[in-house]
């Protein structure tokens, strides 16, 4: 079955059928292609459409029977700017401020979860916060970037959906670095021990000059896995 397709001008009008030369789909209805009419789309609406509820540009183009292109030439218009959530993971902290910085630890200390990945002999350090404020989480992928998952979660049909934003690797451990001594309590415990479990990942990987592979020792996996355990018992027993 053909999706419904609109008159690329943004007009609103659907437009059916092949081109009898061509044989491609028709885009515009007759007499629109030279106009390129323009249509202004509210600002209020893409602002609410957008960053509050999270739609993509596809989705309001759908909303408002129009096409993307239009979508996005508004937007620049009216000013809102477009979100990206895979934007790259890396961006530098050496140039924040007092009050960034301590902003990001705050963040971290009330809404975010330290919670370093294992599998074997493979780790791999990670800081999240999960929040259905998505102001806040673009302005944590804004300072510290990272990644804010395209998912949208809702644990019962009633919550507000919420997303992921998140930063691992090397990445991860600059971030604990930086906001270290902001951190208290709890969190301030969990990000020495995470620390500490990054000082056991090992720079070599893939293969040996003999073509074996890289294998961790015993004594710095045991160590790892000491570390692991002291960190889930920060997590569960910590007091509050």
């Not at 061509?22 to 609410?48: A, D, F, Y």
């Not at 408002?64 to 700017?81: P, Y």
């Not at 979100?83 to 971290?108: C, F, H």
């Not at 020495?192 to 890289?214: C, F, K, Q, W």
Request: with cysteine; aromatic share 6%.
């Amino acid at each position: 079955m053909e999706t419904t397709r609109y008159c690329k001008c943004g007009c609103g009008q659907e437009v059916a059928g092949r081109n009898s030369h061509s044989k491609q789909p028709v885009e515009w209805v007759r007499g629109h292609s030279g106009v390129q009419r323009k249509r202004i789309l509210p600002k209020e609406e893409l602002e609410r459409l957008h960053i509050q509820e999270g739609w993509s540009v596809a989705k309001i183009a759908r909303h408002f029977k129009s096409n993307a292109r239009l979508v996005k030439r508004n937007m620049i218009e009216h000013g809102i700017k477009q979100r990206t959530y895979q934007t790259p993971a890396y961006k530098s902290l050496a140039n924040l401020s007092d009050v960034e910085v301590g902003w990001l630890a705050g963040i971290i200390e009330g809404e975010g979860c330290i919670a370093p990945q294992f599998r074997g002999y493979w780790v791999r350090m990670r800081v999240l916060v999960v929040n259905t404020d998505m102001a806040m989480l673009d302005k944590l992928q804004e300072l510290a970037g990272g990644t804010i998952s395209k998912k949208r979660i809702k644990a019962q049909p009633h919550h507000r959906p919420q997303r992921t934003w998140y930063l691992s690797a090397n990445h991860c451990v600059e971030f604990l670095e930086t906001i270290y001594p902001y951190l208290v309590g709890r969190k301030k415990d969990e990000a020495s021990v995470s620390l500490r479990i990054a000082e056991t990942i090992s720079p070599l990987v893939g293969r040996n000059a003999d073509g074996s592979y890289h294998k961790m020792d015993e004594a710095t996996l045991e160590t790892r896995k000491q570390l692991l355990e002291e960190l889930k018992e920060i997590k569960t027993h910590h007091p509050v």
